[in-house]
């Protein structure tokens, strides 16, 4: 080889050296010694915080390297905050996770204020459960079924008006001339269950597991009266409570909720920044469907009667990217409804 071209190759290998990103790293190597952040949108209390804290508890044994795995809550919006920020402002490299709002799929695809990411572009994980959500009504409340909302008003404790508690109900006022009243402002839904109690508000639509995770015991005295389901089907607790799909009157209506309540296959799920590089992104899908499998992991769910019926990151960024394919149509008319009164 001529000096010339002996240099020539030498310079080259210099430069692709130079210019070989972190993602070369071998996994394990950089896992190790790193901390991982999971971000969930929602303030303490409810089932998002509930599975969040789980899964960082459980995690970080299962990723190459065994990491350190911190929590944080980030609330604003109905997690749209937190999803602006891990799309945007953290590191792009797999040491942030995130649990979000499952309806961020379809704000997105409405256009409502404040979304600054594309969902599809996140690194989803895989999902923990799927997420039924219920109203619920004291059993002091006049609203005995789900009938009885359509004739009279009854007042719902709410957060953010992108968050489920606010977006199920008030599309159901809509859509089915139902008359929940939104009590806007609680923090989240365990400060909502609790005005809930107090007889500040009737009732609260939140998930499912969140009742039988924070308040078992309503259940079992029948405190609380679950009036409509937000679900594409009848949960196997709730066999007599009709979803919110089955009182439509019309076809169009049923399409409507079905789009709508579509989150409620991705449930909660866990993702990460865009970008990923390849490899991580596999390793930390491995990892989660790994721990899904863990007994201890399993265990503390059982402990805390939450559910877990996992689906792998590639079948939930499908589930995604569905979402992309309804009909300008039939996006014009959910978002009719769907928005802030």
């Known amino acids: 080889m001529s000096r010339h071209h002996r240099a020539m190759t030498i310079s080259a290998a210099l430069i692709i050296g130079a210019t070989l990103p972190a993602m070369a ?3 394990d190597a950089f896992y190790a010694g790193k901390t991982v952040e999971l971000i969930v949108g929602y303030p303490p209390g409810g089932s998002n915080d509930v599975y969040g804290r789980a899964v960082a508890r459980h995690i ?3 990723i190459p390297g ?3 795995v911190v929590f944080r809550n980030m609330p604003g919006a109905g997690s749209i905050l937190a999803a602006n920020h891990i799309y945007n402002v953290a590191p792009k490299d797999g040491t942030v996770l995130g649990l979000l709002a499952a309806t961020n799929v379809l704000d997105e695809r409405l256009g409502a204020p404040g979304v600054k990411f594309e969902t599809a572009k996140f690194s ?5 459960s799927s997420s039924v959500n219920v109203t619920a009504m004291w059993s002091m409340s006049k609203i005995k079924t789900i ?7 009854a007042s719902l404790g709410a957060t953010g008006t992108g968050s489920t508690v606010y977006v199920y109900p008030n599309v159901l006022n809509r859509v089915l001339g139902a008359k929940f009243k939104l009590v806007m402002g609680y923090g989240g839904s365990n400060e909502a269950m609790l005005a809930m109690e107090r007889g500040e508000v009737e009732g609260h639509s939140t998930s499912w597991e969140a009742y039988k995770s924070a308040h078992p015991d309503w259940i079992k005295d029948k405190k609380i009266n679950v009036v409509v389901q937000y679900g594409l089907n009848r949960h196997p607790d709730l066999p007599d409570v009709p979803t919110c799909v089955e009182i439509a009157k019309t076809d169009e209506q049923k399409q409507i909720l079905r789009a709508v309540v579509n989150a409620t296959e991705i449930g909660k799920a866990i993702l990460s920044s865009p970008g990923l ?4 992104a596999a390793a930390l899908r491995k990892a989660f469907m790994d721990m899904t499998k863990d007994q201890e992991f399993v265990a503390e769910l059982e402990k805390m009667r939450v559910e877990l019926t996992p689906m792998d990151g590639a079948k939930l960024q499908e589930l995604v990217q569905e979402v992309g394919n309804l009909t300008p149509d039939l996006v014009q008319k959910i ?3 769907y928005g802030a009164n």
Do not use: C, F, L, Y
């Open 25 to 27: 790293q071998g996994v």
């Open 60 to 62: 970080g044994r299962h």
């Open 277 to 280: 590089p390849a490899e991580r």
């Open 124 to 128: 989803w994980i895989g999902r923990v």
């Open 147 to 153: 009938n009885d909302a359509m004739t009279t008003e």
């Open 335 to 337: 978002k009719a409804v």
């Open 66 to 68: 065994s990491p350190q």
